[in-house]
């Protein structure tokens, strides 16, 4: 990975929220929403993790493979890139990147034990060829700063270091990888909003921190909205809901 995000292709390639809420024309002929597409990326990292559990592999991998996961679907269709292949396909893939590779036969072997059902039935070579399509689709753009790298400092500097505070910050900036953050905002600043966001849950008053640091405050604030805001709607949503969303990209 790229030792400097702001010369990374990372920092080059962040994009606007509305060119990351962009339905492609194949999944809009199916009748895919924007908020049927949103729902399927979010409802994406569930599968994602359960396989990364049982092949042990750390959460920077899920993270990265979130990430790529994300980044192909500004690029292509659902339709054409099968979210329930590009999940595991994308954590064989930032397995890698990451520098922790995990084996395609050891993927297929945990699809199969997690999954009955014949939507899951693939083999090696399914995951090898999904992996081409995504390395083309991405034009080998894999290189990904992840908000936890700044995260322990920022605790540390700002007296936050203690373990709840570093375990609450932690599972937001998890969180975090339900929505498209990583697409849009330097890690740091995702960062920062998760501890903003967790020094006002727990009633710390941090200003004067925040305000040393001279960072656009209102970016982070926004930040802090939108993880609230997912929170919240976040409680709304029914398995029923999520499943007529994936029903529409049927064949």
């Known amino acids: ?33 924007l908020e049927d597409f949103k729902l399927i990326k979010m409802h994406m990292v569930i599968p994602i993790c359960k396989l990364a559990q049982s092949v042990k592999v750390r959460q920077r991998v899920v993270a990265t493979a979130v990430t790529y996961m994300r980044r192909l679907y500004t690029r292509k269709s659902m339709s054409e890139y099968d979210p329930r292949l590009v999940g595991p396909t994308c954590l064989y893939l930032a397995s890698k990147a990451e520098e922790s590779t995990v084996q395609a036969r050891l993927l297929v072997y945990y699809i199969k034990k ?18 081409m399509k995504i390395l083309e689709a991405l034009d080998y753009y894999l290189v990904v700063f992840h908000p936890y790298r700044s995260l322990p400092q920022f605790l540390q500097d700002a007296g936050m270091s203690d373990i709840s505070m570093t375990q609450l910050t932690w599972g937001l900036v998890n969180d975090t990888y339900k929505m498209d953050l990583i697409l849009i905002h330097p890690p740091h600043l995702i960062a920062l909003a998760c501890i903003y966001t967790a020094s006002v849950y727990r009633e710390k008053d941090k200003t004067a921190w925040f305000e040393e640091l001279r960072v656009d405050m209102n970016v982070v604030k926004n930040i ?9 709607s976040h409680r709304l949503i029914t398995d029923d809901r999520v499943a007529a969303a994936f029903n529409k990209l049927k064949p």
């Open 1 to 33: 990975m790229a030792a400097n995000f702001w010369t990374s292709s990372h920092y080059k390639h962040l994009l606007d929220q509305e060119d990351v809420d962009v339905v492609q024309p194949l999944d809009k002929e199916k009748g895919i929403t």
């Open 224 to 232: 802090s909205m939108e993880i609230l805001d997912f929170y919240e």
């Open 114 to 131: 997690i999954y009955s059902d014949d939507k899951h039935r693939y083999e090696i070579k399914d995951i090898l060829e999904m992996e």
